[in-house]
């Protein structure tokens, strides 16, 4: 989606290791978040962030961190991947406007083998 | 809080058929409404939006959403289906008051438009 990438698009890794995904915007949009989208479950919003260095866990953040050190740039790691983290993973981002709705991401496809 | 709950995982329809896809809300405070779709492999995109005003919003590709406050609801419809409709659509509501507001989604629904 214009001005919002993620990387890598597609990654296989194994139990155990540890795991960055990356979100870049270039929108200067406030706002960011990770979600995740499982089958059944929608789209489950992981952490977010309000600002630089401001960030907050969603519904299921356990085993999932995050970092943003520039209004462009959110990361998502995953600490020591399990293979019920094998899911797709959306960044989106928002000026913070309830109006406004979110701009996503491509995806990127995690498997945990 | 609020919470949004899409009433058809799947529907099925054939080509040039109408559709209706099912979307009810519930909030303590007013919301916006949003109608998402998501083409396979591929991110989510805005299909349309209520903010206030009109009850019935057009959106893109031909959808239009009718919000019915008494009933908390904010369908989804199209009167003539194409196969390159099929897709994923996730509703989703807004707070408009509580402090931070997040876009709190539906957990989808899979169209699946046959010739």
């Known amino acids: 989606d214009a001005g919002i990438t993620q990387s890598p698009r597609h990654k296989v890794t194994e139990t155990g290791t540890p795991v960055t995904l990356r979100c870049h915007q270039t929108e200067n949009h406030r706002y960011m978040y990770w979600y995740r989208q499982d089958p059944g479950h929608g789209l489950r919003l992981i952490h977010y962030s309000y600002g630089v260095k401001d960030t907050d866990k969603g519904e299921v953040s356990d085993g999932y961190s995050v970092s943003r050190s520039k209004t462009e740039d959110f990361l998502l790691t995953l600490e020591s991947a399990t293979s019920s983290q094998t899911s797709v993973y959306f960044c989106?981002?928002?000026?913070?406007?309830?109006?406004?709705?979110?701009?996503f991401g491509s995806g990127t496809r995690l498997t945990v083998v | 809080a609020q919470s949004v709950t899409q009433l058809d995982s799947q529907v099925p329809v054939f080509e040039e058929a109408p559709v209706e896809l099912r979307c009810n809300y519930s909030s303590s405070v007013s919301v916006y409404l949003f109608w998402y779709v998501q083409y396979p492999n591929q991110g989510l995109q805005l299909l349309l939006k209520y903010l206030s005003g009109s009850t019935l919003v057009k959106g893109i590709n031909g959808f239009e959403a009718e919000f019915n406050k008494s009933q908390t609801s904010f369908h989804l419809r199209k009167p003539s289906v194409h196969i390159s409709d099929t897709a994923e659509y996730f509703c989703?509501?807004?707070?408009?008051?509580?402090?931070?507001?997040?876009?709190?989604f539906g957990a989808g629904t899979r169209l699946a438009v046959h010739p």
């Open positions: 989106a981002i928002s000026p913070g406007t309830a109006d406004y709705g979110y701009t």
């Open positions: 989703a509501v807004r707070g408009l008051s509580g402090g931070y507001n997040k876009l709190i």
